[in-house]
Nanobody, 117 residues
Framework: QVQLVESGGGLVRPGGSLRLSCAASESIFSLVNMGWFRQAPGKQRELVASISSAGIINYADSVKGRFTISKDKGKNTLDLQMNSLKPEDTAVYYC???????????WGQGTQVTVSS
C-alpha cells in the first residue's frame, strides 16, 4: 500500500505562484507513473501534468508554460511548480501514482488551491 501526502496548497492572488509537493511512502523512482490531477467544484477530476517511469512529461493545454512537474530524488517527492496562477486554477489538487507492474493506482487526500483577489 503506497501512501501519498500532498502539501503546499493555499490562497494566492492571480498571477502568483505556489509549489505543491507529494510525499510518497515508497520510492517514486521505481517503475511508477505519476501525475497531478485537480477537481474544481461541480467538475470532473482532470489531469494537470504527468511524468512516466521513463521520464516522459505531459501537461494539460490549460497549464502549459505555467506549470512544471518534477521529481525530487533527495526528498522522494513529486512536485508541481505553479506560476502565473489564474482563478480558473482553483481546485483541489491530487497526487496520483500508478504502478507499471499490476497497474495499481493510489491517490493522496488532496490539497486545496484557491486563486482569488
Amino acid at each position: 500500500q503506497v501512501q501519498l501526502v500532498e502539501s503546499g496548497g493555499g490562497l494566492v492572488r492571480p498571477g502568483g505562484s505556489l509549489r505543491l509537493s507529494c510525499a510518497a511512502s515508497e520510492s517514486i523512482f521505481s517503475l511508477v507513473n505519476m501525475g497531478w490531477f485537480r477537481q474544481a467544484p461541480g467538475k470532473q477530476r482532470e489531469l494537470v501534468a504527468s511524468i512516466s517511469s521513463a521520464g516522459i512529461i505531459n501537461y494539460a493545454d490549460s497549464v502549459k508554460g505555467r506549470f512544471t512537474i518534477s521529481k525530487d530524488k533527495g526528498k522522494n517527492t513529486l512536485d508541481l511548480q505553479m506560476n502565473s496562477l489564474k482563478p480558473e486554477d482553483t481546485a483541489v489538487y491530487y497526487c496520483n501514482l500508478i504502478t507499471v507492474l499490476g497497474h495499481k493506482a493510489y491517490w493522496g487526500q488532496g490539497t486545496q488551491v484557491t486563486v482569488s483577489s
